[in-house]
């Protein structure tokens, strides 16, 4: 049966009763269920009940998707073509795109395939339409050649739709000696081991000697001292690799490398970078010397960075100075470089100027503008300026239909289709609009969606929507319980999360507060609560109750010291202990020196994020500086968490 043909003139008869909203989610569910089973098509009448609801389309094209893959045809091609045509990308209209274009190259429709295929599809699809023009002889040799050259020659395996492609070039004697060795050099400096080995059985054996030599520096980075007659690129990749082991060996080899392998300036500065980055990131005190060897032309605003923090943590305020001052313009007008500026102005005597850069500073609503006011000792600058809604921009907004799926879908409770129909309804506002449109997501609770949409719009100043406080009670319970305050609990939950209660983050972190599975066991087990599986993490009463305990156990390793628990609950305690300075010091310096871009971001977020939730749950704020209390030395910390467990005992 033919459902498409039929089912188009059906959805446009008028006269159909519209349904109440949950009866029309209910037929919905009830006709996903029709499609999973092949039976869309005796549902006729179900469907023209539901020919205005938003996700109608949403059935169409998993129907159209299941007949492919089960019966595809000429004619069904066409009604793929139709539909396709007439309605926008939405999730279920990309996967049936990806799933019939994939079907087109399998039954080799390569004329029809080339008319779809776009320039940003994925590498299986231009791999497939170089493949049709191979068939169809729509290009020159030469045109066709390069384009398939583009993609083999990368250091990476590429999709088997690419296969035949590759075979093409191979039959036609195009991948030579000469460029399966580039390619193999590329697979090293991309660490992709398998595939140089692969490429290197595809030379004959006199030519494998130099790729088994490259492996063998990336391998055994330690054989660098033996090591003759190898490629520059390869021999700075293999160093990066010694100086992780042996940051003081590979140092110490350096010079006899570079003029071993007679490496360029542009090797060598490589080199010496990642050498003062690391002594940086380990808190050497040689960091500083391995920076000034660095070609100031050749700094990136990454290693400039960590120059500034290596200064400040050897208290070299004049070094400090002279870094920031030659950074590029922009770089110098980041918040935190204008902080530093004048931590460092006022260090070497000139308080004047440091009082100037602070003031300006004291604008922001942020980390530095808050440690800036407490040099100054004036009250911090919140500036809340709620936006007011249109009546028509909101209406135009609830009429647009990608947001119409989009509400629909979080009725269901699909949150991540949900997600992509908001992208896809906002993509190409105005600001103003943005704006808007960030006040409707308000106005549906959608609380993780207004504070990102309302932040692509540029706008900061309503703390309505970027601070919500639809988790208060929740956090209350949970900080009641632990003797912590609300807020705290609240700045967390929005830095980790940005309140997406399903949030799953590249590693497994699950929920709210971005517990780890395991951690949420072992949290779980301290309190005598039941063994949490996933969705008991996405729930937020139990992801709220769990984090608040192991933020509670990450202050009491750290001895209430706020700074050391953030970083604790987000990079792990043992990172945290390494971390450590040797004497007590400043705690602002020794945030700006967490080794990870990521954990010290995250810490100067979530007290930012703590000082306005404090203002919006009426608390006194205080000062931030009297939440950094100076660092103790590791030393110190041991020995004060050694008394804790002699008290507990």
Not at 121 to 128: G, K, R
Not at 268 to 296: C, K, Y
Request: proline share 6%; glycine share 4%.
């Amino acid at each position: 049966m033919r459902l498409f043909p039929t089912l188009c003139a059906l959805l446009l008869t008028t006269g159909a009763q519209a349904l109440a909203p949950e009866a029309a989610r209910d037929l919905f569910r009830d006709l996903e269920a029709a499609v999973a089973q092949g039976e869309l098509a005796q549902q006729q009448d179900a469907l023209v009940e539901l020919a205005d609801y938003p996700l109608t389309p949403y059935l169409l094209a998993d129907d159209l998707r299941r007949r492919l893959r089960r019966a595809p045809d000429p004619a069904l091609d066409d009604q793929i073509d139709a539909f396709l045509t007439e309605h926008e990308p939405m999730p279920p209209v990309r996967r049936l795109r990806q799933t019939w274009l994939d079907s087109l190259a399998e039954r080799s429709h390569w004329a029809r395939l080339l008319d779809e295929v776009r320039e940003d599809d994925s590498t299986a699809l231009q791999c497939h339409a170089i493949h049709a023009r191979i068939q169809l002889n729509r290009a020159s040799e030469a045109e066709l050649t390069a384009q398939a050259l583009a993609f083999w020659h990368r250091g990476r395996s590429q999709p088997e739709a690419c296969d035949p492609v590759f075979a093409w070039l191979e039959k036609r004697g195009e991948l030579t000696r000469d460029r399966v060795v580039a390619r193999a050099r590329l697979a090293v400096l991309e660490d992709q081991t398998g595939l140089a080995r692969y490429l290197a059985r595809q030379l004959p054996e006199t030519d494998q000697p130099s790729i088994r030599r490259w492996l063998d520096a990336v391998r055994n980075p330690g054989e660098l001292r033996h090591i003759e007659n190898l490629d520059g690129d390869i021999a700075a990749h293999a160093y990066k690799k010694l100086a992780l082991r042996d940051l003081e060996g590979a140092g110490d080899l350096l010079p006899a490398l570079v003029q071993r392998f007679d490496l360029d300036a542009g090797q060598r500065h490589e080199m010496q970078r990642w050498t003062a980055l690391l002594h940086g990131q380990g808190h050497n005190d040689e960091a500083l010397d391995w920076f000034a060897r660095l070609d100031p032309e050749r700094m990136d605003d990454f290693a400039r960075g960590w120059h500034v923090r290596s200064a400040i943590r050897q208290r070299a305020w004049d070094t400090a100075l002279a870094v920031i001052d030659a950074m590029p313009a922009d770089q110098q007008d980041e918040e935190e470089w204008r902080y530093w500026r004048a931590r460092s102005l006022a260090a070497t005597g000139r308080g004047e100027a440091a009082n100037q850069l602070y003031a300006a500073l004291t604008r922001e609503r942020s980390y530095h503008g808050y440690l800036a006011a407490d040099r100054l000792d004036l009250p911090y600058d919140f500036n809340p300026n709620p936006l007011t809604p249109d009546a028509e921009s909101q209406r135009r907004l609830r009429d647009t239909p990608a947001l119409q799926r989009a509400r629909e879908l979080r009725a269901l409770a699909r949150e991540y289709p949900a997600r992509a129909e908001w992208r896809l309804g906002t993509r190409d506002l105005s600001p103003a609009m943005l704006e808007q449109a960030a006040l409707l997501a308000f106005d549906w609770e959608w609380h993780p969606l207004a504070i990102i949409t309302l932040a692509e719009s540029g706008y900061w100043d309503d703390l309505d929507i970027r601070y919500p406080l639809h988790l208060r009670d929740a956090a209350a319970s949970a900080a009641d319980n632990r003797g912590l305050e609300p807020a705290l609990i609240l700045a967390i939950m929005r830095t980790e999360s940005l309140f997406m209660a399903n949030a799953h983050s590249p590693a497994g972190a699950v929920g709210l507060m971005q517990l780890m599975p395991a951690t949420a066991r072992r949290v779980a087990e301290d309190i005598g609560a039941p063994r949490p599986g996933i969705a008991d993490l996405e729930t937020p009463a139990t992801n709220i109750r769990l984090g608040t305990r192991y933020l509670d156990q990450m202050l009491e390793r750290f001895d209430r010291q706020s700074a050391l628990a953030m970083a604790a609950y987000n990079a792990g305690p043992h990172r945290v202990d390494r971390w450590l300075p040797e004497e007590t010091m400043p705690a602002d310096i020794w945030v700006e020196n967490i080794a990870y871009t990521e954990t010290r971001e995250y810490v100067k977020r979530a007290f930012s994020h703590l000082i306005v939730f404090r203002m919006r749950l009426g608390q006194p704020v205080g000062r931030l500086s009297e939440l950094m209390p100076a660092v103790p030395a590791a030393q110190k910390m041991e020995a004060a968490r050694e008394a804790a467990d002699e008290r507990e005992s």
